[in-house]
Nanobody
Framework: QVRLVESGGGSVQAGGSLNLSCAVS????????MGWFRQRPGKNREFVAAVAWGTGDTYYADFAKGRFTIKIDNSKKTADLQMSSLNSDDTAVYYCGAGPDGWSTYERVYDYWGQGTQVTVSS
């Protein structure tokens, strides 16, 4: 059973940075994809970024390009999301997901989810 635990959320002023981490336990293989999603207040959950566990290939939502970086740390067994130039629109609960068949921009591909971590950006 794969388990995911997010950490690193918090409060930051506009223009600041935060690093989120998704700790993975259980049988992750090279075929897995890891995705970060977020749910802003009053909105549906949306795709942020994804990475292929085996190759490190990445994909970003348009709003994340140039500001966010997703990467795998194999030594720590984490999928990390580095966020910079944050603004109030980035305020959300951020979730990581793991999918055994690779990454996707669609939630349904991910079989396992963490509990989420709150990010609040004040202007």
């Amino acid at each position: 059973q794969v388990r995911l635990v997010e950490s690193g959320g918090g409060s930051v002023q506009a223009g600041g940075s935060l690093n989120l981490s998704c700790a993975v336990s259980g049988p992750i293989t090279r075929t897995y994809g890891m995705g970060w999603f977020r749910q802003r207040p009053g909105k549906n959950r949306e795709f942020v970024a994804a990475v292929a566990w085996g190759t490190g290939d990445t994909y970003y939502a348009d709003f994340a390009k140039g500001r966010f970086t997703i990467k795998i740390d194999n030594s720590k067994k984490t999928a990390d999301l580095q966020m910079s130039s944050l603004n109030s629109d980035d305020t959300a609960v951020y979730y990581c997901g793991a999918g055994p068949d690779g990454w996707s921009t669609y939630e349904r591909v991910y079989d396992y989810w963490g509990q989420g971590t709150q990010v609040t950006v004040s202007s």
